[in-house]
């Protein structure tokens, strides 16, 4: 039971900052379910697509065929958040600087022809380093970094299952490098790519985020007069709401209400935003806008009232 505005905030946090829920999708072939794995593993939230979905992650392999593009149009249009996920980037080739960066610039392109986020990922390295390595395929690492004369073929075929060439000389680097379990584990994580599947997740699910706080602030009625005017709900509010204004592209300055700002600064944001929402830009925009305004005017009312404060005390005492 929600008793105030202390324990409804607390609430709303909860709601609002719950995992993102994930569906896989993607022509077969593409390595759906080694994506799905790796995102479980990683602390992701994949749900079915019959289970009420938040965010698409959309896998395609190589060069996007008419069939990956025609979808991808199609999602761009939802209202549900959409990813694409380029799979098996480790194949884009060792030239430059390796095929991540290939699979990288790959990725740009699509998102400028589709408008779709597109971003790299080794699933089955990924897979591998939020798993952790279990003891055989450790043992196996192990004696191909160490002595892969004494690696039998059917150890060999467990090792390129699990961790194929990518993973495997990135494990074996690690192992001669003297890294222990944990050690070969993060390494194969950090050279996945799933951190920036992760990151691209929760900026393309930010406006997700935005309409789950709107929606639960709504269905609190018993306390809405209140919440609407609470400091603290006002200020986490402008921050989610900065959180969708920043994933479209718009810089960090100026957006939540900062420590140190004066009030002369607020007063400037608060107009900024005011102005921003007037213009042509979409609906969820303009909310997002008049919630920075707001809370930056709440921030310049404060500090006004603070100085007002000190200088009436000031001459009380003289």
């Known amino acids: 039971m929600v008793e105030g505005p202390a324990d409804a905030l607390a609430w709303l946090n909860g709601r609002v900052r719950a995992p993102l829920r994930l569906t896989v999708a993607g022509r077969p ?12 593993a990683a602390g992701a939230l994949v749900v079915g697509a019959d289970q009420d979905p938040e965010v698409t992650l959309y896998v395609y392999v190589e060069a996007p065929t008419d069939e990956d593009r025609d979808a991808l149009s199609a999602m761009a249009g939802h209202d549900r958040p959409c990813l694409a996920v380029l799979n098996k980037a480790d194949l884009c ?11 990288a610039q790959r990725c740009r392109t699509l998102t ?10 080794a699933a089955l390295t990924a897979r591998a380093g939020c798993r952790g390595l279990d003891d055989v395929v450790l043992v196996g690492v192990r004696t191909l970094a160490l002595d892969p004369t004494r690696l039998g073929t059917p150890l060999r075929r467990v090792l390129a299952g699990e961790l ?30 799933v951190d920036g599947v992760l990151a691209a997740v929760e900026r393309a699910g930010a406006p997700v985020r935005y309409r789950r706080f709107t929606a639960a602030l709504a269905s609190r009625l018993s306390f809405s007069d209140a919440l609407h005017r609470d400091d ?33 600064e607020c007063l400037h944001a608060a107009i900024a935003w005011q102005r921003y929402a007037r213009g042509p830009v979409r609906e969820l925009h303009r909310a997002c806008a008049r919630d ?8 310049w009312a404060a500090q006004r009232g603070a100085a007002q404060r000190g200088a009436a005390q000031r001459g009380a005492t003289r």
């Open 164 to 193: 194929d060439f990518y993973g495997l000389a990135h494990a074996i680097a690690a192992v001669r490098a003297g890294a222990a379990a944990d050690g070969v584990a993060a390494a194969l994580r950090s050279a996945s790519g």
């Open 112 to 121: 400028c022809q589709t408008g779709v986020p597109s971003v790299p990922l």
């Open 93 to 103: 080739g060792f030239r430059g600087t390796g095929p991540m960066a290939a699979a």
């Open 29 to 40: 072939g593409a390595g759906r379910r080694t994506v799905a794995e790796a995102m479980l």
């Open 232 to 264: 603290a709900v006002i200020t986490e509010r402008a921050a989610v709401a900065a959180g969708v204004l920043r994933a479209s592209g718009l810089g960090p300055a100026g957006l939540a209400p900062e420590d140190g700002a004066g009030t002369a």
């Open 292 to 299: 920075l305004s707001r809370a930056w005017l709440r921030s």
